[in-house]
């Protein structure tokens, strides 16, 4: 697994953008939870960096497509593909993730 | 359940965006500098790179032109990680996909950016053709080149990339065909990258004046499948009247080099192109292709075969701009990607209010072979005048499983059938490519690219 960022370095609701095995990907703190997940929209391919989020899912900043961050599902149009998650782990302080 | 409030969050909130950081997109003064020191060249090329480098400094503080990169994510980019290369020449032999499939009338090779190996035959000379390291042909011939060397097709202020290259390039080859003089045999480049890390900017600068004939065959190549590259390239293509060029590159750099090529030809009347590119290399390839047809009746014919696996992503942005009346162009484009590959091709034919009775085509065909991949196909007409014809048009499919189904059904194993399907998609733009040697490796390679023993021939 690989080290993306110190625990601390999120307040709730923040976010960062990392690469996970040279993928370009966001982890985001919601509450005390952390989630990894593809920086990449799978509807038209572009970064979801910005995107607002809204319970436990992110809006695409262009076509308001919704994605779970737990799972990844798409949760409304356009877009109907998943977007890939990784595994995270909590440990020594830092947040981990890997290829799911 | 993880059970959270709602949050909403709008965006530029604080948040890290997917702007670009300078250190990792590009080369500083400090680079620029030391690199200067490895050059010994005339003032009016140094003082063309300052140039060029100033400008390089000031387009990279501007985002890239959105039409052309929003799809192409560059975020994994790393500039820092590479530089030109100043040691000793690597003199290796380099495996190559078509220096000795058939007979040339010469070979050139670069590796690293350095030129390590040059052949011709005796006639191109006698012929008054100069053919070799564009260096050393443009110092030695700067009144007849310096004209042509970025100031026709591609430009240094196209954007950052073209600037980029302007202030450093490295090498390349020239071929320049004097006024009605043939010549008869393909001509050879190879470009290769043989270190770790290293950053080559070769220049392709073919001149062919009023009347000549010629073909020149282009490879990329890395020594092993373990370094990784960076080419900021640029090829300029300049067919005078009545002029016939072939040309044909064929980009297979190992899948940790990155390419960023600026590519350009300018046809004036009467003249004809026939222009080849191959994507089968790269992690990430984006080429910046524009044909200009700048003559009454210039015709182009561009062909391209691309092959992207694994993770690659390959990137074309191709113009056709017709400039005067009774061009032609026609461009095809036929794309394969299996895993978890990317494809990007956004297409434009481009008419100008005078370029009447221009006759404009293109067409780019995808062939999934897996879930994962990804093809963007866009297809675009910019028209300013009011009897032309231009079409143009997009597929993207899945292979059909009937047909596998069909196939096995006759003792046809799945793996051949795939292959027969994949020959049969690339066929037609195959049967465009003019040079036969190039029909017979690209066959040969897309059985590799699939996992298929490749055939002896």
């Known amino acids: ?100 | 359940m993880l059970s959270v409030p709602v949050q909403f969050q709008g965006p530029n909130q604080n948040m890290p965006t997917a702007t670009l950081d300078t250190r990792r997109i590009g080369f500083d003064s400090a680079s620029f500098e030391a690199f200067l020191k490895t050059r010994q060249e005339a003032a009016w090329m140094t003082n063309a790179r300052r140039s060029a480098f100033e400008l390089y400094q000031g387009l990279l503080q501007e985002d890239l032109n959105p039409e052309e990169f929003k799809r192409v994510d560059l975020r994994v980019f790393n500039a820092g990680k590479f530089r030109p290369d100043a040691g000793e020449a690597d003199q290796t032999t380099m495996a190559t996909l078509l220096s000795d499939k058939t007979e040339y009338g010469g070979h050139i090779t670069h590796v690293n950016g350095q030129v390590t190996h040059f052949d011709a035959v005796d006639a191109l000379k006698a012929q008054g053709v100069l053919f070799g390291d564009l260096p050393t042909l443009l110092a030695s011939h700067r009144e007849l080149l310096e004209p042509y060397f970025m100031k026709q097709a591609v430009r240094p202020a196209s954007d950052r990339f073209s600037a980029w290259h302007a202030a450093f390039w490295t090498g390349g080859t020239l071929l320049y065909v004097p006024r009605n003089v043939e010549v008869a045999l393909p001509l050879h480049s190879l470009i290769a990258h043989s270190r770790d890390g290293v950053a080559d900017f070769s220049h392709t600068l073919i001149i062919l004046d009023d009347g000549a004939r010629a073909t020149l065959l282009e490879e990329t190549t890395s020594a092993t499948e373990e370094i990784a590259g960076l080419h900021v390239g640029c090829v300029e293509l300049i067919v005078g009247r009545n002029a016939n060029l072939r040309y044909v590159q064929l980009q297979n750099w190992n899948q940790k080099s990155w390419h960023f090529a600026h590519q350009a030809g300018v046809v004036a009347s009467n003249a004809s192109l026939q222009w080849t590119v191959v994507g089968l290399g790269s992690r990430l390839a984006h080429i910046h292709q524009d044909i200009i047809l700048n003559g009454r009746a210039a015709t182009a014919e561009v062909n391209g075969v691309t092959f992207a696996s694994d993770r690659q992503k390959i990137s074309y942005y191709t113009l056709q701009h017709h400039k005067a009346q009774g061009t032609h162009s026609d461009l095809l484009y036929k794309e394969v990607l299996r895993d978890e590959a990317r494809v990007i091709w956004r297409g434009m034919i481009k008419v100008d209010p005078a370029a009447q009775q221009t006759d404009g085509y293109q067409r780019s065909d995808a062939l999934m072979l897996s879930d994962e991949a990804r093809c963007d196909s866009i297809p675009g007409l910019e028209i300013e005048a009011d009897d032309v014809r231009c079409t143009h048009g997009a597929t993207t499919g899945r292979v059909d499983q009937e047909q596998i189904f069909y196939c096995m059904s006759r003792g046809i194993s799945r793996k051949e059938a795939m292959h027969m399907i994949v020959e049969g998609f690339f066929q037609k733009v195959y049967d465009r490519i003019p040079v036969e040697v190039v029909r017979e490796t690209l066959s040969r390679t897309v059985q590799s690219k699939l996992g298929i023993e490749a055939v002896t021939v």
């Open chain 1, 1 to 100: 697994m690989e080290r993306v960022i110190g625990i601390d370095e999120l307040q709730p609701g923040e976010r960062r953008s990392v690469f996970v095995d040279d993928i370009p990907a966001l982890v985001i703190r919601i509450e005390s939870a952390y989630f990894v997940i593809e920086d990449v929209c799978s509807h038209d391919g572009q970064a979801l960096t910005d995107g607002p989020l809204q319970d436990c899912s992110i809006i695409c900043p262009r076509h308001s497509a919704r994605f779970d961050l737990k799972t990844g599902k798409a949760l409304c149009m356009p877009a109907t593909e998943p977007i890939r998650v990784f595994k995270v782990e909590i440990r020594d302080g830092a947040v981990w993730a890997a290829m799911p």
